[in-house]
């Protein structure tokens, strides 16, 4: 682990979560980092500049590199949203049968505009609100030109991986961070 920061100095101070992902070996910590941010330059790239010597320096790292990330990058990243979960999002969200149904339509329309699943950041949006939100937000994004999408798309997977990097190394618990 390069740094000019002394490692008994640093583990002082280092949330336990964000301690684990300094110490984790390369391999656990890139394979962690891809299920935050699904680039394999992103993730090669933090995983390479451990260790943090907080949260904060490891989040503006992951927000300078997601700023970085090049057309085949982000391609990279966006396909592996395909996979995840709730590739469909506002699915789960509570709403009547027609909402979901023009969800689906809305979901399909954008994938054979842009060639790539939707990405939105939920962060902080209530439940009740986010079928709604996300079906606002495909509908308002399907005017976008091609160019202009994607930096959307980018911007709003750079806000995912930031939560889900967040989470990852959460000093609450160590669950989800490199053993």
Known sequence: MPSDIPAQRLSAKVPVGLRRFNEAAHGAAEEALLACCGSRR?????????????????????????????????????????????????????????????????????????????VVCLEGCPPEEMLDTVLASIRARLASDPDEERLVASDELRRIAIGRLEHLVASHSGAGAPA
Do not use: I, K, N
């Open 42 to 118: 992103w993730a090669l790239r933090l995983a390479a500049h451990r260790p943090y010597p907080d949260v904060a320096s490891l989040l503006a790292a992951a927000s300078e590199a997601s700023y970085d990330l090049r057309p085949a990058d982000l391609a990279e990243a966006l396909a592996d949203e395909s996979w995840m979960p709730q590739s469909l999002l506002g699915m789960r969200a509570p709403g009547s049968h027609a909402a979901h149904t023009a969800l689906r339509a809305a979901h399909a329309a954008y994938e054979a505009r842009f060639g790539h699943v939707f």
